[in-house]
């Protein structure tokens, strides 16, 4: 599904959490442009909280912060100070000194003494600066999630968990009070979300709870509690800042802290079973996310808000958050299940070569601090090296799939069948990466019946065709591969995962991949699991996917070369009753197999030699032969240049018909033609035949009706014929011809044009006819 696809709803619940940070980052850039120039004390206060502001107060000892107990010898009150304020009773005169008492998390009290200086861009970087980083962080990883995979219940889930996030983030250092309505309306209204959406990512993550899925209007109820809770913080703000707040805020936090035991339970339920592996994996991923980036901000901000305790400076709690939410973005951007053993090899590889860099940064520096930067030129000229080498050793098979697929390439090439190059895509799996299984097919199609080839094990797909499976379906359907660990993650597969599980299992296979031609699919390849027991990675799964193109390709060789060879069988069949170019446009809609049986109007011409019997018992029969062949030599020539279908020379005669197979709107015209054409040829033929001694003529008939036509005997030995009355009377008219005479029906030559001369000869009576027949004699045309 696009991001274009939503509804009109979608789009607009979209466009609105969008606009939650962005909100929230215009007004952050409007309180740094307005603060720029203003005193800047060195710290900042949130209730008794203090954290420096600028890097001389966090070398004079306000790094880590801690609790303010007096500003300029007056006590400060619990409490009595919050929206980020540096505090009442203080010098606000450039270059005047204030002194603050605190106590630091380690227990030491300390007095410190600031002078006040403008804020400057240095300042809110050191302040801010990293945690708008990690809001900007989540947004955008929360955007570019989303716009992957749009409107999927994990994506709306991470979209509302890191739109507000991210809008509290980046407003958690502008001021919070009345000096400041918008902003503080803002942070009270996002603030009260960012407790209760965890709520919703624990239904989502690691893969979708039945609630979610089947009564989504649980949603209601989460987000109604946050709207409450927005509510009550912008009441307690507006009404009496910040009494009610003190006990709101600790709810906020006992609700986060909720949210999180919920989020932390699914994971550690799913991480320990085992039917899924890919589920497992995703909830191990969050597990460590949260325990190493959610769960010490939720636990300390819950000790402060409602016990009084841990002062420590915010935002050594806020930057774990970006571990949280790059597990989380991995998860929903990348599915696929990942080779555990390889990646924990790796993460110890690139954690040693990366604290030997730091080790080598680190002694360059006490030598001369400019020499690090020569550090950077052997680095990126040996890092991409060391990735390839690196590569190399965790993936050994790999790195041959290039010679292996052209091994596999050729091998198909040098197929002969169908079958042949399903066998060697069948063996390509165990070739490329171990595999114990694979299945290679074809669905049948009005051409092909289905093919189904096995390499390397039992599968059962004998017990249905594969065309009916579910899980080969849902592959045509999407024209994209499956694989069996995605079934469980994926919501386009919860209302047919037995199904697709089912048709899995008989194939014994762990990934399917379809195989396309021309944006269609036309089979598939199943593949088992591997010998070692490591999940298909995306680079197995593209080595695949070429295999199953080179198969694609290689087949429609097969193919080309079937249609080439039937296609010779059935133009030399096609030849011996048609010319050239009747052939080209037979062949063109589709050869001999769509020149079925029909009822059709057809001129029919017969040409019967005279005197040819007596010729034939005076003479040789050799010269016999040869004058044959050279009279149907002169014929046949006319028969292509007319566009003729010839049925049959037979002895001494012939017969030739008109508008069949292909259309000839001038078809009686064509035959009238020819006839002349013949004659001609015939007196020509006549002054050596005399010369000679042979006295031999030719008689023609034509006539124009309705007939049958198309292919009748058997296979090896058929004939394309006209039958009905037509024959008949064109054979007749043959028969009642004179020497060079030319009979025509008066039926063919109603439909003559006027270039045509004939003179009637008055009704003859012929053989086989009860009636007499009206003709002509065509004399010129």
């Known amino acids: ?48 909280y203090v954290s420096p502001t600028r890097p001389d107060a966090s070398e004079a000892g306000l790094r880590g912060g801690g609790r303010a107990i007096a500003i300029n010898g007056v006590p400060l009150p619990d409490g009595a100070v919050r929206g980020h304020t540096p505090g009442p009773g203080i010098d606000l005169a450039i270059g005047a000194s204030n002194t603050l008492t605190l106590r630091t998390p380690g227990g030491e009290v300390r007095e410190i003494s600031l002078a006040v200086r403008r804020w400057s861009w240095g300042d809110f970087a050191f302040t801010q600066g990293a945690t708008d980083v990690i809001g900007l962080l989540f947004v955008v990883v929360g955007a570019t999630t989303f716009v992957l995979r749009p409107y999927e219940p994990t994506s709306w889930a991470l979209l509302t968990l890191c739109m507000t996030t991210g809008g509290v983030l980046l407003t958690v250092f502008v001021p919070v009070d009345h000096s400041h309505p918008w902003t503080a309306r803002y942070f009270m209204a996002v603030a009260g979300f960012v407790p209760f959406a965890p709520f919703h990512s624990a239904l989502a993550f690691p893969v979708p709870h039945p609630w979610l899925l089947r009564r989504p209007r649980i949603l209601w ?43 932390l339970a699914r994971c550690l339920q799913h991480s320990r079973q085992k039917r899924d592996p890919l589920v497992a994996q995703r909830a191990r991923i969050l597990l460590g996310g949260s325990l190493l980036g959610l769960l010490p901000f939720a636990v300390v901000q819950f000790a402060r808000e409602g016990f009084d305790a841990f002062d420590v400076d915010t935002r050594f709690l806020i930057w774990p958050l970006g571990i949280f939410v790059l597990a989380l973005a991995r998860i929903t951007v990348r599915p696929a299940l990942t080779n555990a053993r390889i990646a924990v090899r ?31 030129f052997p680095l990126l000229y040996f890092w991409p090296r060391f990735e390839e080498r690196l590569n190399r050793r965790l993936y050994p098979q790999r790195a041959r799939f290039p010679e292996l697929l052209r091994q596999v390439g050729d091998a198909m090439g040098s197929a002969a069948s169908v079958d042949a190059v399903l066998d060697v895509l069948a063996g390509a799996p165990a070739r490329l990466c171990d595999a114990r299984l694979a299945v290679a097919f074809l669905l049948p199609n009005a051409q092909t019946r289905e093919h189904v080839r096995v390499a390397g094990g039992q599968a059962r797909v004998a017990e249905t065709r594969l065309e009916d499976e579910a899980l080969v379906q849902l592959m045509r ?28 299992a008989r194939l014994g296979a762990e990934a399917l991949l379809p195989l396309v031609r021309e944006q269609r699919v036309v089979g598939g390849l199943a593949i088992g699991p591997r010998a070692s027991g490591d999940p298909y990675e995306d680079a197995e799964l593209d080595a695949f996917s070429a295999a199953g193109q080179q198969a694609v390709q290689a087949v429609m060789r097969v193919e080309a070369t079937e249609r080439l060879r039937a296609r010779e069988r059935e133009f030399a069949d096609l030849k011996r009753f048609f010319p050239p170019q009747i052939i080209d446009q037979v062949m063109e809609r589709g050869g001999a197999a769509e020149l079925s049986s029909k009822r059709k109007l057809v001129t029919v011409l017969f040409a019967d030699l005279r005197g040819f019997t007596s010729f034939s018992d005076r003479v040789e029969p050799e010269e016999v032969i040869a004058t044959l062949d050279e009279y149907h030599a002169a014929m046949g020539a006319r028969i292509a240049e007319y566009g003729g279908t010839l049925e049959r020379f037979a002895g001494d005669g012939f017969m030739v018909f008109f508008n069949d197979p292909v259309d000839q ?40 009706g309705y007939a049958t ?22 054979a007749r008219l043959s028969d009642a011809a004179g020497l060079g005479e030319i009979l025509i029906s008066a039926r063919s030559y109603g439909d003559l044009g006027e270039e045509f001369r004939a003179e009637p000869i008055g009704e003859l009576d012929l053989k086989g006819f009860q009636q007499p027949q009206p003709a002509l004699r065509l004399l010129s045309g």
């Open 477 to 504: 359907a999407t024209r994209r591969p499956i694989l069996r660990a995605q079934l469980s993650v994926e919501p386009q597969y919860s209302n047919v995962r037995d199904e697709c599980e089912a048709g899995f």
């Open 221 to 263: 109820l989460i987000y109604g509690a946050g709207f409450a809770y927005a509510g009550v913080n912008l009441a307690g703000w507006a009404l009496d800042y910040p009494g009610p707040l003190a006990y709101t805020r600790p709810v906020g936090s006992a609700t986060l802290l909720a949210s999180l035991g919920l989020f």
């Open 709 to 730: 036509c198309g292919f009748i005997g058997y296979e090896g030995r058929r004939d394309y014929a006209v039958i009905g009355n037509v024959t008949n009377l064109a």
């Open 1 to 48: 599904m696009e991001l274009r696809d939503g509804t009109p709803a979608q789009k607009a619940l979209f466009a609105l959490l969008l606009a939650v940070p962005l909100i929230g980052l215009a007004l952050a850039i409007a309180d740094k442009l307005d603060r720029i120039g203003s005193p800047n004390v060195g710290w900042l206060l949130d209730g008794a």
């Open 346 to 376: 790796r993460a110890i590889l690139y954690t040693t070569a990366v604290a030997v860099l730091s080790a080598i940064a680190l002694l360059l520096v006490e030598v001369r601090p400019y020499a690090v930067a020569a550090l950077l």
């Open 665 to 704: 709107p001038d078809h009686v015209a064509r035959a009238a033609r020819m006839a002349l054409a013949m004659r001609d040829d015939i007196e020509g033929l006549r002054v050596d035949w005399t010369r000679k001694g042979y006295h031999i003529h030719v008689g023609f008939g034509i006539h124009t």
